[in-house]
């Protein structure tokens, strides 16, 4: 069917790879382009003997005229960005000036102000109208099949929704003191940040991890979960007509909080810039220098992640509750690509994100969230690409 031009070559972009490669009549070729261009070759090297055709190229996807020059000499039909939230804008000034579809899993980054917004990249809006190009953003699993996972459930048993508690929890264990599970740095930025939800039109902004509840999740048992700010909530506000709450809640072992608390106390995880022996250097870049690198976790670690939605609202006159959920085993993926559950969750939606732009399904110009196209097809491919998803409709209520 196409080709596709995959940036980045960390633990997302492993898993992008190994399941495009599943899916050869749509990804007949994939150029593997990053910063590092040994990571590129290392990753072709595990799919030797792939139906799909796989080149590699080096890129510092920072400078837009790289990113330009090589969708030239490639030219695909769409660019998978699974680099770092930070080169956003300029992989979409790319495919702007070329004329290829865009998609991603995370919002754009500033490098100096930890903000998580979506209104840069809203901002492109127009520009893609006009080109009659598909950004498609968000396409991991949270933000991403959270999103497909709403909008599934306002398409097939809600007439309105009134509450969203997003709940992501990883009983994972890699036997590392501390570690992250992805990039060590947007990792950081995102747990240290405040925590905010939406209610009533408003935002609600908590202290970072202050409020602290137990959730007894299908397949992993009782866990702690912590209200966190996580990007979706700003674009289900705005898509989820009517809803009155979203919350966003993530599991933390006391170990990895306790961790944390210290490195942020002694200023590691600070983005501040500091002098270190004549040289400028960030804390929490250096920190993730030291830290286990997220991609060499998935052959220690154990045990499983469920990430799912509980949502509350009504159904011809009469209050219905729904929980829709995904639980990946950490081992099985390893067995299977190589990677972790997390990396694994993310990369298998923003290949189905691709597949869809590229057959023509979720194809209309402009720039859009996961959770504005009809979601059937998406449900239906994450059960054949290794995410099936389960339903109750008497969960526990987070309330
Ligand atoms: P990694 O740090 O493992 O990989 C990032 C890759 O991007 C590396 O190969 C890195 O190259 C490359 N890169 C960084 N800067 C540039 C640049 N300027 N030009 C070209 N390549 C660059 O991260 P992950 O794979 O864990 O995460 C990838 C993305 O997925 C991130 O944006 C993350 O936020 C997102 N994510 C989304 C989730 C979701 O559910 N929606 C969940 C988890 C992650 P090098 O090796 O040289 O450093």
Redesign the pocket.
């Known amino acids: 069917m196409g080709k596709a031009l995959i940036?980045?070559?960390?633990?997302?972009?492993?898993v992008v790879v190994h399941k495009c490669c599943q899916n050869p009549d749509v990804f007949e070729e994939i150029c593997i382009?990053?910063?590092?261009l040994e990571?590129c070759d290392a990753l072709k090297n595990k799919l030797e003997g792939s139906n799909t055709k796989i080149t590699t190229a080096q890129?510092?996807?920072?400078h837009t005229d790289e990113v330009i020059d090589l969708i030239n000499s490639f030219k695909p039909d769409i660019v998978i960005?699974?680099?770092?939230?930070?080169?956003d804008l300029t992989i979409m000034d790319a495919c702007l000036a070329t004329g290829v579809h865009y998609v991603?899993?995370?919002n754009y980054e500033p490098p100096d102000t930890a903000k998580f917004e979506y209104k840069w990249q809203w901002a492109y809006k127009e520009k893609f109208e006009k080109a009659g190009l598909t950004a498609l953003l968000?396409?991991?699993?949270?933000?991403?099949?959270t999103g497909v996972f709403t909008a599934y459930a306002q398409k097939h048993y809600f007439d309105e929704i009134h509450t969203i508690d997003i709940v992501d929890a990883n009983a994972g264990d890699h036997g590392y003191h501390f570690a992250t599970?992805?990039?060590p740095?947007?990792n950081i930025r995102e747990v240290t940040a405040n925590g905010r939800y939406f209610e009533n039109g408003e935002w609600v902004e908590t202290p970072p991890l202050a409020v602290k509840k137990v959730y007894d999740l299908p397949e992993i048992g009782p866990k702690d979960i912590y209200l966190m700010y996580h990007e979706e909530l700003e674009s289900l506000a705005v898509n989820i007509n009517g809803v009155k709450r979203i919350r966003f809640w993530m599991t933390f072992s006391e170990k990895y909080l306790t961790h944390l608390k210290v490195l942020e106390n002694v200023g590691m995880t600070s983005i501040e810039p500091i002098e270190f022996e004549g040289k400028e250097i960030i804390p929490l870049q250096f920190l993730k220098a030291v830290l286990p690198?997220?991609?060499s976790l998935g052959p220690r670690t154990k045990g499983k992640t469920n990430i799912g939605c509980i949502i509350q609202g009504m159904k011809d006159g009469k209050p219905r509750t729904y929980y829709v959920y995904n639980v990946c085993d950490h081992q099985e993926c390893y067995a299977e690509v190589g990677s972790q559950a997390?990396?694994y969750?993310?990369g298998v939606?923003?290949m189905i994100g691709a597949m869809l732009v590229m057959k023509g399904i979720w194809k209309k110009p402009g720039v859009f969230n996961v959770e504005e196209f009809d979601p059937d097809p998406f449900m239906e491919e994450l059960n054949k690409n290794g995410l099936p998803w389960q339903e109750s409709f008497s969960p526990t209520l987070l309330d």
């Open positions: 940036i980045g070559a960390g633990g997302v972009a492993s382009a990053s910063r590092t990571k890129v510092d996807a920072d960005n699974v680099a770092l939230p930070y080169q991603d899993t995370a968000g396409s991991g699993f949270d933000p991403g099949v599970n992805f990039n740095e947007i690198d997220p991609a997390i990396s969750t993310t939606p923003a």
